[in-house]
């Protein structure tokens, strides 16, 4: 049965649908498409999803607003991260996963969109407060200890 909720989520995939196809035909070399593919992943994070999908979708939050990477930095980085099969920890997510989403940015327009973007990634970065240390210590202990770097 379909309710409210699933309306909502319905309307916001659609948006990202929306956005994913201007982000995807951008030529932007900095590649801000996966800041959307992040912001989108962690703002709806849900029990259900799968652990890899919420926690790489954090480092590469973490990655573009604590260690100023690029979008294609931190796609390089998933990649790396994406090589050795592993476990991955369940993050709790926020009650409140930020005031900015999808339909935000595709308001913005395509002058405002890199900027709108960035906002994005950094309010949804900012919900998910309670989890800063434990996903720098995951980004420390499988990314950096382990050969990873900006390229």
């Given at each position: 049965?379909?309710?409210?909720?699933?309306?909502?989520?319905?309307?916001?995939?659609?948006?990202?649908?929306?956005?994913?196809?201007?982000t995807?035909?951008?030529?932007?070399?900095?590649?801000?498409?996966?800041?959307?593919?992040?912001?989108?992943?962690?703002?709806?994070?849900?029990?259900?999803?799968?652990?890899?999908t919420?926690?790489?979708?954090?480092?590469?939050?973490?990655?573009?607003?604590?260690?100023?990477?690029?979008?294609r930095?931190?796609?390089?980085?998933?990649?790396?991260?994406?090589?050795?099969?592993?476990?991955?920890?369940?993050?709790?997510?926020?009650?409140?996963?930020?005031?900015?989403?999808?339909?935000?940015?595709?308001?913005?327009?395509?002058?405002?969109?890199?900027?709108?973007?960035?906002?994005?990634?950094?309010?949804?970065?900012?919900?998910?407060?309670?989890?800063?240390?434990?996903?720098?210590?995951?980004?420390?202990?499988?990314?950096?200890?382990?050969?990873?770097?900006?390229?």
């Amino acid at each position: 049965m379909e309710t409210a909720d699933d309306d909502a989520t319905a309307a916001c995939l659609t948006r990202y649908h929306e956005l994913s196809a201007r982000t995807l035909s951008d030529r932007d070399p900095t590649f801000p498409h996966q800041l959307a593919v992040d912001a989108y992943a962690s703002q709806h994070a849900r029990q259900a999803s799968k652990s890899i999908t919420t926690a790489f979708a954090l480092i590469g939050l973490y990655l573009v607003c604590e260690r100023a990477f690029s979008g294609r930095d931190a796609q390089r980085a998933h990649m790396f991260l994406g090589r050795r099969r592993q476990e991955w920890p369940r993050f709790q997510a926020p009650v409140d996963c930020g005031a900015i989403n999808v339909g935000h940015v595709l308001a913005a327009g395509l002058g405002a969109r890199k900027q709108a973007l960035r906002r994005w990634a950094e309010s949804v970065w900012a919900a998910w407060r309670d989890q800063h240390q434990l996903v720098a210590a995951l980004v420390h202990e499988r990314f950096d200890r382990r050969g990873g770097h900006r390229a």
